[in-house]
Every structure is written in structure tokens, then in C-alpha cells.
């Protein structure tokens, strides 16, 4: 009965070996001009800034392969695994590409940074919900992901980040004034956090939601322009061409009222919008443009200490929280 205990634990420890974290570095070379791409790693990501040159994977959950493939080695997005960690990691022009992970084990991977790198993180794939975290890093962040909790901590920007399904939450510690920003999610809410003394032009949508602040902000408050319906025209899938609608377009041919693809163009600028159309046979005009948070127009804008970088925050089916920091 002891032998039977002692090797069960032998067992359970050799398994949690394979389970503990396991580690990867390498130097990076540079700086603010080097780009790390996160390229649909499947895995939980938590990633942070240090002021070294390093790039630090610490792997946790990570189980080992299947005895079929001894003496093999996993192929990523981008390559053979290279790291020992279900990663490829390979550099193109002072561009990292990071990609791999597993959808089949609860795996997660702490990432060290030098803190003024550029990112760039998308995981497009439908159903892998996967979250992710961003700590004190100085350069700018590009996200694009399906599923999964976004929360950055401790950035300074420029941000630009689409969730299509999962919340969206910021903090920054200071505004950087270069590019402009977007943030925003398509199901969930938005939570940002900045000092109370940054210079920014806000402009916020909630589709079906609410916008609560406590920043004391200034609504701009803009004239309405008239149009020239003889310079605008729709694309109208029924003819297969821009046309203008009070000129070109016969009686008989009838546009559907709403449709989710209507762009137009005035002179030289180029808007993509939601088009919402009021139709009469003898007198077709634009009756007008549906603005809604999602689609094109925004419920409130405003600024903050005078104005700053434009930073566009919107969800359709969640709240916006703009809030200031409390330190």
C-alpha cells in the first residue's frame, strides 16, 4: 500500500513539473523604433514593461506533447516552435512576430517588454476567449480582438483597440498628444481612466447604452451643414454604382429603408456612414442621416482642459465610463 502512495505522488509531482512555469529570453534591439506583433496567440497574455532590453516569456499550464510527436517539433502561425513554449517567435525588419499558444490547455503567458516598444495585438480567431493584460508600457498599443477582457494599465498611448466581444478597460497614466486614439467595443462596456489634468478632445458613443463622467468636460457644440444633394452620391446596390439620387435615380427602383453598407462621397472626402432614407416618388431626397453610436455619428463630444489628442471611445451595447484617476 505505501509503494502504491509513493508512486502516485512521484506521478502527481513529475505532472506538476510539467505544469510549472517554464521560461524564454532573448535580447531585443531597437527601442522605440521596434515593433513586437502578437499574432493570434491562443493563451492568456499578461504583458509589462521594464526598462532592460529583454524579451522575457514565463509559460504557465503549459502541457507537454503528445508521445506520437517525440522528436518533433509543434508548426505555428509563423513557424516551428522555437522557444520550447508553443511559440514562434522570428523578426522581420525590426518587426517581432510572436504566434502559437494552444486552444486546448487553460495556458497563460507573462511577457517582459522593453517599455517603449510598439504593440500590436490581434486575435482574430471566433471562439477563443482569451484574456489579456497590459502593464506600464510607453509606446504605442494596436488590439484587435474577438473575445477576451482587454485591460491596459499604466500606458501613456497612442491606443487604438477594437473588442468585438469583451470589455474594454484603460487606465492612462499620462495622455500622449502625437496620434489620435479609438477605443472601442462592440457588446461590452468601456472604462477609462486618466489624470484629471490631460488635454483631450473626447468624442463618445454608446448605441444602447448610457456615458457617465465624473471630468469636467466642454460639449462642442457644432453648426449643422446643409447639403448640396447635387454634389453628394449614394451607392446604390440596386443600379451597382454611385449615383446621385436626386438626378439619377428612376422612380421605379426602390432602395431598401435601411442598409448597413451605404457610403457616399462629397467632392474629394470620402464618408462611410449608415445611410436611413426617406423616399417619395416625385420628391427622392435625403431625408436624413441616422447618427448612431455605432455606425458613424457620436452622442456627446467634447474636451477636457481645453481641448488635446482626439481620442474616439464608443460601444453599442454597453456603458462608457470616463473617469479621472484618483492619484
Known amino acids: 500500500m505505501k509503494t502504491i502512495r509513493n508512486f502516485v505522488c512521484i506521478l502527481f509531482l513529475v505532472s506538476s513539473l510539467n505544469l510549472m512555469a517554464q521560461e524564454y529570453s532573448q535580447e531585443l534591439t531597437g527601442g522605440s523604433d521596434l515593433t513586437v506583433r502578437f499574432e493570434n496567440v491562443v493563451a492568456d497574455l499578461y504583458i509589462e514593461g521594464h526598462t532592460g532590453n529583454k524579451l522575457t516569456v514565463e509559460a504557465t499550464g503549459l502541457e507537454p506533447p503528445p508521445e506520437k510527436a517525440a522528436g518533433l517539433k509543434a508548426l505555428k502561425r509563423t513557424g516551428l516552435d522555437n522557444t520550447g513554449l508553443a511559440l514562434n517567435i522570428d523578426e522581420y525588419d525590426h518587426v517581432i512576430i510572436i504566434s502559437g499558444g494552444s486552444s486546448e490547455q487553460n495556458l497563460s503567458y507573462k511577457i517582459g517588454l522593453p517599455e517603449k516598444v510598439n504593440l500590436v495585438i490581434t486575435n482574430t480567431w471566433f471562439y477563443q476567449e482569451k484574456n489579456l493584460e497590459v502593464h506600464k508600457m510607453k509606446g504605442e498599443i494596436e488590439i484587435n480582438r474577438q473575445f477576451g477582457k482587454v485591460n491596459l494599465f499604466d500606458v501613456i498611448g497612442p491606443v487604438v483597440a477594437t473588442v468585438n466581444n469583451g470589455e474594454l478597460n484603460v487606465t492612462f497614466s499620462e495622455v500622449n498628444q502625437e496620434s489620435p486614439m479609438s477605443l472601442i467595443s462592440s457588446q461590452s462596456d468601456i472604462d477609462i481612466t486618466l489624470p484629471a489634468g490631460s488635454k483631450a478632445t473626447f468624442n463618445l458613443a454608446a448605441g444602447n447604452g ?118
Open 210 to 327: 448610457e456615458i457617465y463622467t465624473d471630468l469636467d468636460l466642454e460639449k462642442i457644440v457644432e453648426e449643422k451643414e446643409e447639403m448640396d444633394l447635387g454634389d453628394l452620391k449614394v451607392y446604390s446596390p440596386s443600379v451597382g454604382k454611385f449615383i446621385n439620387p436626386k438626378v439619377e435615380l428612376n422612380p421605379d427602383v426602390l432602395l431598401p429603408r435601411y442598409h448597413y453598407n451605404y457610403q457616399f462621397n462629397k467632392g474629394d472626402i470620402f464618408i462611410d456612414t449608415l445611410g436611413f432614407f426617406n423616399r417619395a416618388l416625385n420628391n427622392y431626397y435625403i431625408g436624413n442621416l441616422l447618427y448612431s453610436g455605432w455606425f458613424g455619428g457620436y452622442d456627446y463630444k467634447g474636451t477636457l482642459n481645453g481641448g488635446g489628442v482626439e481620442i474616439k471611445i464608443r460601444t453599442q451595447n454597453g456603458n462608457v465610463y470616463l473617469r479621472k484617476s484618483k492619484r
